[in-house]
Nanobody, 119 residues
Framework: QVQLVESGGGLVQAGGSLRLSCAAS????????MGWFRQAPGKEREFVAR????????YYADSVKGRFTISRDNAKNTVYLQMNSLKPEDTAVYYC????????????WGQGTQVTVSS
């Protein structure tokens, strides 16, 4: 079972930037699509972005498109989420996850990192 550890969260003012990192254990990191999700208080978890194993394909939720960038460094077993022009509504716990080999579900999750955007 892969272990995923997020870092980089914190408190930032609206309009600011943060970069989240997710370090993965294991030797097959590059074989998997990785995703970022978030969950705000009282709301369901929602998809933010995903990136293919090679890094050549990315996909974003409409709410973050143009502001967030997902990337990965397979040599470091790490996926990143660069968040710019942050808004108070981006406040949430952010989770990285590994997509299962078959199907569209995600089978491994990190513990999450808190992002708080003040107005």
């Amino acid at each position: 079972q892969v272990q995923l550890v997020e870092s980089g969260g914190g408190l930032v003012q609206a309009g600011g930037s943060l970069r989240l990192s997710c370090a993965a254990s294991g030797r097959t990191f590059s074989s998997y699509t990785m995703g970022w999700f978030r969950q705000a208080p009282g709301k369901e978890r929602e998809f933010v972005a995903r990136i293919s194993g090679s890094g050549g394909s990315t996909y974003y939720a409409d709410s973050v498109k143009g502001r967030f960038t997902i990337s990965r460094d397979n040599a470091k077993n790490t996926v990143y989420l660069q968040m710019n022009s942050l808004k108070p509504e981006d406040t949430a716990v952010y989770y990285c996850a590994r997509r299962a080999t078959l199907g569209a579900s995600y089978d491994s999750w990190g513990q999450g990192t808190q992002v708080t955007v003040s107005s």
